[in-house]
């Protein structure tokens, strides 16, 4: 399966917080069909129980989900901030982690998400490509970086 779709990566998104962006990327996943109606409040709803912001390393990141029952077709939607935000730690909810990148999950099956999250997690943690895909100025050249990394045999 492809995961990544270039109407689905925002390059230097000007948000002022988790719910906006939570709701901007969940209203570009809904219009392409992706999500149903329901999942942008289920998004942040879920996020206020159990957060998805990550500190790795320098560069805080945030994976935003919700139940497969709000998915119809399976995508990631990814965004590069152009101000760091805070999203809850998924780890410690009293803890603030300034997030500079999202990657927004609608995954349609259990076993794909856990794939999808190993390769997710291997992105996080090189800090080197993280940061060059943070200060990617357009969104056509942070989805060709993108997509270069997903098709890559893990």
């Not at 999808?116 to 943690?125: C, D, G, T, V």
């Amino acid at each position: 399966m492809k995961y990544i779709d270039k109407d689905l990566v925002l390059a230097q998104l000007d948000v002022k917080n988790a719910d906006e962006a939570i709701s901007t990327l969940a209203d570009i996943l809904y219009k392409h069909k992706n999500v149903s109606q329901n999942y942008k409040q289920a998004v942040l709803d879920r996020e206020k129980i159990f957060p998805t912001g990550l500190p790795s390393g320098k560069i805080g990141v945030a994976i935003p989900h919700t139940d497969v029952k709000y998915v119809n077709k399976p995508a990631i939607a990814f965004a590069t901030l152009n101000e760091p935000i805070i999203f809850k730690n998924m780890a410690d909810k009293s803890q603030d982690v300034k997030v500079q990148f999202i990657a927004m999950l609608a995954m349609k099956e259990p076993h794909s998400q856990v794939e999808l999250l190993q390769k997710l997690m291997e992105l996080f943690q090189h800090q080197d490509l993280l940061a060059n895909l943070i200060q990617e100025e357009n969104s056509k050249n942070l989805y060709e970086d993108l997509a270069s990394y997903f098709d890559k045999e893990v």
